[in-house]
């Protein structure tokens, strides 16, 4: 008895419950269901996904024109300094405008030739070269870091926004429970589908972000090194200029 009542029951149980749960999860029917707080939260998130993906392509190209042009600088300016060629050297700087080497090698080389090639090389010269080599270092490196900071807050902030919009959607959720005064699927679907799409959106956000900000923080590193070791030789190079 019990059983044949359930199988009559059922059929008309499950109608109304696909009934009272139609709700679209296509892109436009999930925003139709949100409310207005959680579509700022989506405009939010969609205009710092924009700006994390200008950052990171902007970053990618800058950091790969600069090691292809600096593969392409050291050995060249190193045969011109070897054979005392400073002015030559001077110029293939010039021509690597994008390398983070070129930038820092020039900065040295334009400083220590504004005391002028007569002459016997100072210690002061070589100071002065030192000091422009390390103002010079200082500036290439911001440049390296620009929008990395952006990223990295991107990065942070993301998740708890879509949190935030995680929080606006249940309220809007049990809001709908209490204004139709049904506990069914349907009462409470908008709010929780507005509720995952806005966490989904910050995560989908966030993870790429934080990755491409580890990933270029190492590159920046590996380009700090390479340009103290630049700098460390073409110091050493002044000094064995000053004792011949």
Aim: net charge neutral; aromatic share 10%; charged share 20%.
């Amino acid at each position: 008895m019990i059983l044949a009542h359930l199988a009559t029951f059922a059929p008309h149980s499950i109608g109304m419950f696909l009934q009272e749960g139609q709700v679209s999860f296509s892109l436009m029917g999930l925003w139709q269901n949100m409310g207005w707080l959680a579509r700022i939260v989506a405009i939010i998130l969609f205009v710092m996904s924009i700006w994390s993906l200008a950052v990171i392509i902007d970053r990618a190209l800058y950091f790969s024109a600069a090691r292809k042009q600096s593969r392409e600088f050291a050995p060249k300016v190193a045969g011109a300094l070897k054979d005392g060629r400073l002015d030559e050297a001077i110029k293939i700087a010039d021509r690597s405008k994008k390398s983070h080497l070129a930038e820092v090698v020039t900065a040295g080389l334009q400083e220590f030739r504004s005391f002028g090639s007569g002459g016997s090389i100072t210690e002061d010269q070589i100071e002065s070269a030192k000091r422009a080599l390390e103002r010079s270092e200082a500036i290439v490196h911001a440049k390296l870091k620009r929008g990395l900071g952006g990223l990295a807050t991107i990065g942070s902030t993301a998740p708890f926004i879509g949190l935030f919009g995680t929080v606006v959607g249940i309220l809007n959720a049990f809001q709908q429970i209490a204004t139709q005064k049904t506990s069914g699927i349907g009462a409470v679907a908008g709010g929780i589908s507005e509720a995952l799409v806005t966490t989904a959106f910050g995560l989908l956000v966030a993870i790429p972000a934080v990755m491409c900000f580890n990933f270029f923080t190492g590159k920046v590193e590996a380009f700090d090194v390479e340009m103290d070791n630049s700098s460390s030789e073409l110091v050493d190079y002044f000094i064995k200029q000053s004792h011949r």
